[in-house]
């Protein structure tokens, strides 16, 4: 069954007559046509798929082959949208309830329709991946590991954290990524003590820990990792560190099952780190869902996530932490697939320490 024919066997469910999505991943995931936000949306009836959009589009369009979906080109997007709505007789409409409170007000001034909101209809279908998906994950995965190593092969001491992303945004893109998913980090020395540092124009230093956590579309999709190394000798605690943050990532992607609540999952990993005396100085939660954004459902899993329970094919981030201010930080992330057959972890760079400059 298609992604779109599994929305609209929601609707009766759902006591609605068709369904408006904004969200351009979510028409993306549904059609397989880009769209950039605000640039138009999706009408789905029972019986049909509409991309309403402007004649921006219109080459775009007459090249895209779908079973399914069709395109109407205006410029007063849900204008058309209503009249269409009117046409065919919609009484109820459902959104996603993400969409901004400008647009809302739009659709509550224009619809005749009663418009009625929904939470994350189709972020909750994209949460389990289909084959297609999960290969194209792997790629990315394996660009991602491939992108770290020629970080690995060209950093050395005297450079700024900034360049160091400007080198692997250049390799990725060079190399299959149309663009990243976040802001690098690449925080080095004291600035790793910090989980969402950004690139500075500090410059990376002998004794320095480096964490570098980065994430690039490739094909639509995202991976999402983080390796931290060393350039010289680093402090002892921080080598002693990188090894409880290595083990309790181990521990989760171990403890990993279909079926498997969140809050078990984090206390996994978690737990090694509390024994350690670290518990303080780990303050985030211990991964999140990866695909077609860098973060999907699940959003978080951690401490409260009871009512998280990991599916068959889904894909998930694992990325425990330590940060010590005045000293430096580690982190580790791997993203792994979730199966009846046991777990996949999609990054294959090693996690080992690797001192860079010995």
């Not at 991976?223 to 002892?236: E, K, L, N, Q």
């Not at 002693?240 to 521990?251: F, G, K, P, T």
């Not at 695909?291 to 401490?303: D, T």
């Amino acid at each position: 069954m298609s992604r779109i024919k599994r929305l609209q066997k929601k609707f009766d469910k759902l006591y609605i007559d068709a369904f408006l999505v904004t969200n351009p991943e979510n028409i993306y995931y549904l059609t397989g046509f880009h769209l950039t936000a605000g640039d138009g949306c999706l009408l789905i009836t029972q019986d049909n798929a509409i991309i309403i959009t402007d004649d921006r589009y219109q080459l775009a369009l007459e090249e895209f082959e779908s079973d399914e979906a069709v395109g109407m080109i205006t410029r007063d997007y849900y204008g058309t949208l209503n009249k269409i709505c009117q046409g065919i007789k919609i009484t109820v409409l459902g959104y996603e309830d993400t969409l901004s409170y400008y647009l809302f007000d739009v659709l509550d001034e224009t619809m005749s329709a009663d418009i009625v909101p929904f939470h994350y209809q189709i972020e909750q279908m994209r949460m389990v991946k289909d084959s297609s998906e999960v290969e194209l994950l792997r790629q990315v995965a394996n660009l991602h590991s491939a992108g770290y190593q020629y970080v690995l092969a060209n950093i050395h001491r005297g450079m700024t954290e900034r360049h160091v992303a400007n080198l692997l945004d250049f390799w990725m893109k060079e190399h299959g990524a149309t663009s990243a998913s976040f802001p690098t980090i690449v925080a080095s020395g004291k600035n790793a003590a910090k989980p969402h540092a950004t690139a500075s124009e500090k410059i990376i230093e002998d004794g320095d820990i480096v964490t570098l956590d980065f994430g690039y579309y490739v094909n639509g999709y995202t991976a999402d990792m983080t390796r931290t190394f060393a350039v010289g000798s680093i402090d002892p605690e921080l080598r002693d560190v990188y090894q409880i943050v290595n083990e309790a990532r181990q521990a989760v992607i171990e403890a990993a099952h279909v079926g498997q609540r969140g809050d078990q999952l984090d206390l996994a990993g978690r737990q090694l780190i509390e024994e350690a005396g670290y518990g303080d100085e780990f303050n985030h939660g211990m991964g999140h869902g990866i695909g077609l954004s860098v973060h999907e459902l699940p959003a978080s899993y951690g401490p409260n996530a009871k009512n998280v329970k990991l599916r068959n094919n889904e894909v998930i981030t694992v990325e425990p932490g330590i940060y010590i201010p005045e000293i430096g930080g580690v982190r580790i992330e791997d993203d792994i697939l979730i199966t009846h057959g046991g777990v996949e972890v999609l990054t294959d760079a090693s996690s080992e320490l690797i001192i860079v400059g010995d």
